[in-house]
Every structure is written in C-alpha cells, then in structure tokens.
C-alpha cells in the first residue's frame, strides 16, 4: 500500500518570498509523483509531474519539484510567490500495486500569500 | 482538446431525497473516470472508479453508487441522502492502464439539509 504525507496543512507567506511545500510518501514500489493546485471551489488543476528521467520538474508559472529516492519524498518550491498563488496543494502518488495505478492524494496544504 | 463537464455546479438536498450528479468527457476515447469526495477540510476521498462501460469499481462502502451507461459517461446517484453525503464532489479521468496524471471537472458542490 502507498501514502502520502503532507506535513504541513498551512502555510502562510508574504508575497516574493520564497516558499516550501513538503510531500513524503511510502511505496514499495516504482512511482510516479505529481502535485496538483486547487482554487476555491474549483477541480484540481495537474501542476507538475514526475515519470522518470531528471528527478527536477518545473511547471510553467515558477514552481518546481525534486524527487528524492532516498528520502521518500517530492517538496514544491517556489523562488518568489505571488498573491495569486493562494490555493490549496495536493501531492499525489501513483505506483503499480496489484496492477492498479489508482493514485493516492495527500490531505492537502493551504498556501496563504499576504501583501 | 479534451473537457470534462460536471453538473450540476451546486445543489442542496434534503434527507433522504435521491441524488444524480452527471460528468461528461469530451475529446478522448475510453477515459478512465473516478468519483471522488471532498469534506471540508479533508484531502480526497475516492469512491468509484471505471476503466470501461459497466466496470465500476468501489473504494467505500456507502450508500453512493456509480454507474457508466456510455464511454464519456459518469453518474454518481444515491436513493436516500444522507447529512454525511455533503462535501464536493469531483470527477476526474485519465487514459491509459498505467492511468498517470488525471484530470478534474469543475466539481459540484452538495448540501444536505
């Protein structure tokens, strides 16, 4: 079985400073690793995604992941926020168990970008 | 390019009432579709999922069901409400057995009064 932890449920910061959204997961297996944005009551949106290859994605508005084998885990970061950023994070993990792929969605962090 | 629609976008119920919320594919052929919940607060809950017509697959034993009458076709229903059924509730596909990234509706947001 897989899980995914976000350790953080909230996390407030001030606009252009920089910010970490930490992700852990456990799989006994190959996976693949993903971080999807929420707006308010909105779907989710796919922010970024890790496959396989270079293990330092990025998204096409600033952010980017490392997924560390070693340490279990794929942290967002972001250089500098914007107040437009505010939304709600999910990390997800997704890995062959039984042959399914079904994935495994963290309970979700809430980034607060203030003025 | 691929859409997916959900509706209705809000909707209060009384218990006990009975529900169908409807999700829709658009531009790819044998999606696999999920059901997914919500609650306030809370990350997401899967219910069904489908890789085919009439292949429903359930996470959680509730009173929800889920059907897939057509190939871009989701239906989330239940006989009777319950106060617990109220959350947001989103549909989300994606393509192919390895399944990757999946792509959400706009989601519908249920009140059970």
């Known amino acids: 079985a897989q899980s995914v932890t976000q350790l953080d449920s909230q996390v407030p910061v001030f606009e252009e400073a920089p910010v970490e959204l930490r992700c852990n997961y456990s799989?006994?297996?190959?996976?693949?690793l993903f971080w999807y944005v929420q707006y308010p009551n909105q779907g989710l949106q796919l922010l970024l995604k890790?496959?396989?290859?270079?293990?330092l994605v990025e998204s096409i508005n600033g952010f980017e992941a490392e997924f560390n084998k070693s340490q279990t885990s794929f942290h967002l970061r972001k250089p500098s926020v914007h107040i437009s950023d505010t939304a709600e994070y999910f990390c997800a993990v997704s890995g062959s168990s039984g042959g399914s792929y079904i994935p495994t969605f963290g309970r979700g962090t809430s980034l607060i970008v203030h003025p | 390019s691929q859409t997916i629609h959900q509706w209705p976008a809000t909707l209060v119920q009384p218990v006990g009432s009975p529900l169908s919320l409807e999700c829709t594919v658009e531009?790819?052929?044998?999606?696999?579709l999920y059901w997914y919940r919500q609650a306030a607060g809370r990350g997401l809950q899967l219910l069904f999922y489908s890789v085919g017509i009439g292949q429903i697959s359930s996470e959680v034993p509730q009173n929800l069901s889920a059907s897939r009458p057509q190939d871009r076709q989701f239906i989330l229903s239940s006989k009777k409400l319950l106060l617990s059924d109220s959350g947001f509730y989103l549909c989300?596909?994606?393509?192919?057995?390895?399944?990757?990234?999946?792509?959400f509706g706009p989601g519908t947001r249920l009140t059970v009064t």
């Open positions: 989300a596909w994606s393509v192919g057995q390895a399944m990757y990234e999946q792509y």
């Open positions: 531009g790819t052929s044998n999606p696999n």
């Open positions: 799989s006994s297996v190959s996976v693949y």
């Open positions: 890790y496959l396989s290859g270079s293990t």
